[in-house]
């Protein structure tokens, strides 16, 4: 393959992953903009172990049946609670290849005992700093959406301090190395200082901001990609890293601005380091109002307007194809249903989204909070199904809790509110939630798809 066709090709992915980040932007077309990132991204593989003579036909098409089968079986049995675990593991993974590509190279250099030219130098050093930093991170972000370890902000003193001098420390040993780069034992230096970097920086963040730090971790998998493309002078993973950390940035922005939180203050404000108990197991004498499957069904089923609010309770019961039934339902008799978005709903960028995709809910009913805001003072009923920060009044008003100024779902502004939730715990944020001791709120406990099983039930015994 001559380099004038590799470099087409490489411009033809490039191509594809741009028209693919584009349609992932909306529900409706994100399916066939992920065929189309795919489909670049295999066309980039290819063409590179081809014109760099790096490996067989046969050993291409071995590798790609065995990565479509380990992929597949992912993507079947991986439950939906479990995705953002597996998001992170994959940025982990990503970080943690550019870091040994870049380890790759330098070796090469070094066995080869030729010198490294100055921009090599630099871009090797950072594909390490940050691809070390990104896998070690993600594996610490995976271990607290697993509950491997706390899912609380760790925090201890002088914690930033000692960041600070880890972060002082990879920075001047990447300028030693780039002076003198025949140094095996810095580069070891450097790769264990940016690992327990990553460790240390995302310790302190709580189970709240996790989608946050997941688009982050994304956004950095993406830079040390195309910090790797440089090393190797590989222009197809340029393109692709730069174009993933550009918009991991960008999500991460939007994921800050609708929990009304800098990023700087998501990193080291070590939010939700603590956890009110209330409820049930906790003291609290507030008054809450409950309600029977009976009566959630028939105030569904004389609504002229429903809005369904999910959350992570929503993926742990596995309740989506209950939801679409009940929505389905409802639908026939006249009821019309919609369903609010919360960009940070969930534990992952978009999670509510691929959720209710995957119980095939219709695209134009999923309205994003700007959206539906406006809507709930003509709702008759808002449905919450396991989601709480999201949905706390006490953003709009209480100055004295975290979540102050975060933009919320308006669900207090429906005639009537139904919560379904197992128990009176608070969130992730670990905040007493007050739109559950409102007058117009009623409870309804149990496993969301238990209930939604006997609401549907219900419905259909009214006629």
């Not at 940050?130 to 491997?148: N, R």
């Amino acid at each position: 393959m001559t380099a004038a066709l590799a470099k087409l090709c490489y411009l033809l992915a490039a191509s594809l992953f741009i028209f693919g980040l584009k349609r992932l932007s909306s529900p409706a077309t994100a399916r066939s903009g992920n065929w189309l990132a795919s489909v670049g991204m295999l066309i980039a593989i290819v063409v590179t172990l081809l014109f760099q003579g790096i490996l067989t036909w046969q050993v291409i098409l071995i590798g790609m049946i065995v990565g479509s089968l380990i992929g597949a079986t992912f993507a079947r049995t991986v439950k939906m609670t479990a995705m953002p675990q597996m998001v992170a593991l994959l940025n982990g993974f990503g970080g943690g290849a550019s870091a040994v590509v870049a380890g790759a190279e330098y070796l090469r250099y070094l066995h080869a005992g030729t010198e490294i030219p100055i921009n090599t130098g630099i871009t090797i050093q950072l594909s390490i700093l940050v691809g070390c930093l990104t896998f070690s991170g993600s594996l610490i972000a995976f271990g607290k959406l697993q509950e491997l370890v706390t899912g609380r902000a760790v925090t201890f003193p002088l914690q930033k301090t000692l960041n600070a001098l880890i972060l002082v420390g990879t920075l001047a040993l990447i300028i030693w190395l780039v002076v003198e780069p025949v140094n095996p034992t810095l580069f070891l230096a450097l790769a264990g200082l940016a690992f327990a970097l990553g460790i240390m920086a995302v310790i302190p963040i709580g189970g709240a901001d996790m989608p946050v730090i997941i688009s982050l971790l994304n956004s950095y998998s993406g830079i040390a990609a195309a910090m790797t493309g440089f090393v190797i002078n590989n222009e197809g993973l340029i393109i692709g890293g730069a174009l993933v950390g550009a918009s991991g940035l960008i999500l991460t922005n939007i994921m800050c601005k609708a929990m009304n939180r800098s990023l700087a203050n998501v990193l080291f404000g070590a939010f939700g380091a603590t956890v009110q108990e209330i409820g049930p197991g906790g003291p609290t004498d507030k008054t809450y109002r409950s309600l029977t499957h009976e009566d959630a069904a028939t105030m569904l089923a004389y609504a002229r307007q429903v809005v369904i609010a999910p959350g992570y309770g929503l993926a742990v019961s596995q309740a989506q194809h209950e939801v679409r039934e009940l929505a389905d339902l409802l639908q026939s008799r006249g009821v019309t249903v919609k369903y609010a978005i919360h960009p940070v709903a969930g534990r992952m960028p978009g999670h509510m989204n691929v959720l209710l995709a995957e119980a095939d809910v219709p695209y134009d009913q999923l309205y994003d909070m700007e959206q539906i805001n406006p809507d709930f003072e003509r709702t008759d009923v808002s449905v919450v199904v396991g989601a709480n920060d999201v949905v706390n009044p006490a953003a709009r008003h209480d100055t004295t809790s975290p979540l102050y100024g975060m933009p919320i779902l308006d669900v207090d502004q429906a005639d009537h509110t139904i919560v379904m939730k197992r128990s009176m715990r608070p969130g992730f944020a670990g905040v007493d939630n007050e739109l559950f001791y409102e007058p117009k709120t009623s409870m309804l406990f149990g496993d969301a798809k238990d209930s939604f099983k006997k609401l549907i039930e219900e419905v259909k015994g009214l006629g």
